[in-house]
């Protein structure tokens, strides 16, 4: 979808000017492998959308062709083209892009385990040149919507809960003063609630400090319960997108990623061939 059209959408968090514009991006490891073919996508700012769809279907990869760290990878963006505030920034290094506010969540909870979690919080602000008092007020902040984390911050990362973690990697990412988080799988190998507290922390987030979010996400039902505007993605591309509420009310959506069937449950046989039956392919 293009800025243009993102503009044109009726959801109030679409209508504002896109933060981020991902323009029909192709991406391809060891010069072979094709991996996304074609993906547009907008993220308006001061918004959350989520990028949805299984496992293996595209989500981190479009997360790390935005944060430029492909390369690490042998891939790289071969079509297309990715704007942040305006301006291109697929040439840009991981570096730059955060400085200029764009941060990346790595899926699995990473830390420093050696690192006690607040030297976790500090390595976030390494990039920032505006004085201690600044920093010492952003881990305030931190503390403010992670307290878990001020009773923990003497503490070994590595031995902390993976509720823990996750809030750690999200509270460094804050600690860089970020204008949008690329969150991957937050949700992952966390309890219900657990999930609960993380999206919801996210949502505080985003609505008193304005940090937008590009959320990529298997948990279809909590992360449409959070976004205002959602992309779907298999086998690379992007199968369908909307806001939100028409997401969740979609029968495609509900049967298929919800887990749930207008003509109640379904057999095994009925699954096992439901790409079949999918009106987007």
Known sequence: MTA???RQTGGAAQAAAPLL?????EVIYDHVILVLKGVSLAVPDGGIVALLGANGAGKTTTLKAVSNLLRAE???VTKGSIEAMGERIDSLSSNELVRRGIIQVMEGRHCFEHLT????LMTGAYTRRDGRAAIAQSLEKVYHYFPRLRERRTSQAGYTSGGEQQMT??????MA???MILLDEPSMGLAPQLVEEIFEIVSDLNKQEKVSFLLAEQNTMVALRYAEYGYILENGRVVMDGDAASLRENEDVKEFYLGLASGGRKSFRDVKHYRRRKRWL
């Open 4 to 6: 243009e059209a993102v």
């Open 21 to 25: 514009t991902v323009n029909n991006i």
């Open 74 to 76: 042998r891939g790289e």
């Open 117 to 120: 979690v607040e030297e976790n």
């Open 169 to 174: 990697a999200i509270g460094r990412a804050l």
């Open 177 to 179: 003063n970020p204008k």
